[in-house]
């Protein structure tokens, strides 16, 4: 009877305990559990768990990724600001499934070709769980030894401290222009253009999208903090999108401004010049030319704008008759074009004589680099005063040959510049041929010592010399060693020479030609 009570308690006390374990797990299935419910569990892919851009919870294979994608991007170093950096590279529309996910509960976003990842997207009771599945194994975990793993780590290491240094702004972007991507440099100017508003993700484009390709100039303006900058910018399709590179280019756009404003300022210059410039460059073909080219040449801008040869452009302007035609052609043009070898000192001069009676000057320059310039002047004036002065002086010298005094005139500076045939039978020129050999100190000097009057000298030298106070004319009689008398007389002109006069004073009849006496030039 005992035995049978005591075997009744025990089963009571076991059911008992059955019961409350069973109202106990039901109670526990009942009650809601955040970390049950936000169901990190998948084992071989990347859970996440975020409240708004808190994380709450990671799987393992989680944890792992996030300590891997340690850079920070400017200010936003949080988990959600590393991981959707990330994700975007490889899904561009998680932005905006992100803010539609509180709608649409459930979201599947498939990677590009190749990767065989896709992105699960939950909305679990106000948070949200990002999963990144592997389709291409359940659990597809790679084993490294721990060499290749640390290689892998230094490796991966250095390549993110070249890309943050590095003094130009990198990035990534997708086709439709979507930074998903970018470097410390190109963050900061990001930052610096926001005007003091901060920096959100995805990252502002401050570039326009372009087609991959060859570098182009691309200048931006100032805005917020940042100043107006130019940089080189290049694409390169990957495959996944478009790698850019902004390499600063202030000084190089600085140069080549500097360089057109100073061919502007020379071609302004070479168009008012009246002398006709044509500029070859080391090819021999024309790069420049101005106005007044055109109106000595006469050949046509069209024609001129055509950049042509040195060969065409001689052969134009021997068409048009504009320059003299040489015996021959053809050698004439090779000793231009050689003009380096074959003209003395590399300058090539000539003056053509044109049947409409023309003249110009003809003259080539070449430079070091190799360039060739050309420089037609019409002196038809200049010959012509030229001539004109040189007829002017024949007549005057044949006149003055006419007279009897013997004349002989001295430029301001003391020089002897013009003397008549009386004179030449008067006095004999020692030493060198021509007038300026002899000064009027000199001459002096000589007539001082021929006569027997210093002070008839002293008055002419007074009269010589520069600023002379009264400038009248000095009269007087030069008695010779031989006893001829000579009459004096030196008076001063106009342009300021002195002009001084021997006159035989004997009537024609008995008047006898005086020997000739020597006039020396000091050594």
């Not at 076991?14 to 797990?25: H, K």
């Not at 302007?317 to 000192?345: C, F, N, Q």
């Amino acid at each position: 009877m005992q035995m049978t009570f005591a075997l009744a308690l025990v089963l009571v006390g076991t059911s008992a305990l059955t019961a409350l374990a069973i109202l106990m797990f039901a109670g526990a299935l009942g009650k809601p559990r955040i970390r049950a419910t936000g169901a990190v569990t998948a084992a071989g892919d990347a859970a996440f768990l975020f409240d708004g851009q808190t994380l709450l919870d990671a799987n393992q294979r989680g944890h792992r990724l996030l300590d891997s994608l340690h850079r920070t991007a400017g200010e936003d170093g949080t988990d959600w600001g590393r991981l959707t950096r990330h994700l975007l590279r490889e899904f561009p529309d998680l932005t905006q499934a992100l803010t539609d996910l509180p709608t649409t509960r459930h979201a599947l976003l498939k990677g590009p070709d190749g990767r065989e990842t896709d992105l699960r997207l939950d909305w679990v009771e106000g948070m949200q769980r990002l999963t990144l599945i592997d389709t291409l194994a359940e659990d597809a975990s790679i084993v490294l030894d721990r060499l290749s793993y640390r290689a892998l780590q230094e490796e991966l290491t250095l390549l993110r401290q070249v890309c943050e240094s590095a003094p130009l702004l990198l990035w990534r972007e997708t086709d439709g222009g979507q930074v998903t991507w970018a470097n410390d440099a190109y963050l900061r100017r990001a930052s610096d253009s926001q005007r003091g508003e901060p920096m959100s993700w995805p990252l502002p484009s401050l570039f326009p999208v372009a087609e991959p390709g060859a570098g182009a100039r691309v200048g931006l303006p100032a805005t917020g903090n940042a100043r107006p900058a130019w940089f080189d910018v290049t694409r390169i399709d990957d495959g996944d999108g478009t790698l850019v590179y902004a390499l600063p280019a202030d000084e190089a756009h600085q140069a080549e401004r500097t360089k057109r404003d100073f061919i502007q300022t020379l071609t302004k210059t070479f168009a008012t010049l009246p002398i006709g410039l044509a500029v070859f460059d080391r090819a021999r073909r024309l790069q420049m030319f101005n106005p007044a080219l055109t109106d000595l040449t006469e050949l046509e801008p069209e024609f001129l704008l055509s950049r042509p040869g040195i060969e065409g452009f001689l052969n134009r302007m021997r068409e048009k008759h504009v320059m003299p035609e040489p015996r021959d052609y053809r050698t004439w043009a090779r000793r231009l074009l050689e003009i380096e070898t074959s003209a003395p000192g590399g300058d090539f001069a000539e003056t053509w004589s044109l049947p409409g009676g023309q003249t110009y000057r003809f003259s080539a320059s070449p430079h070091p680099d190799g360039a060739l310039a050309f420089l037609i002047e019409d002196i038809t004036s200049e010959t012509h005063l030229t001539r004109n002065v040189r007829a002017e002086m024949e007549t005057s010298q044949s006149v003055l040959n006419q007279l009897d005094d013997a004349i002989a005139v001295f430029a301001p500076n003391g020089h002897l510049v013009l003397t008549n045939t009386a004179f030449t039978r008067l006095w004999t020129l020692e030493g060198e041929e021509s007038l300026g050999a002899v000064t009027l100190p000199e001459a002096l000097q000589n007539w001082r010592e021929a006569s027997n009057d210093p002070d008839l000298w002293a008055r002419v030298a007074a009269l010589g010399r520069a600023g002379a106070s009264d400038g009248k004319p000095v009269r007087g009689v030069m008695r010779m060693e031989d006893g001829e008398t000579l009459t004096i007389e030196a008076r001063r002109t106009s342009t300021g020479a002195l002009m001084i006069a021997f006159s035989n004073d004997a009537p024609p009849a008995l008047a006898t030609t005086p020997r000739a006496q020597v006039l020396r030039a000091s050594a």
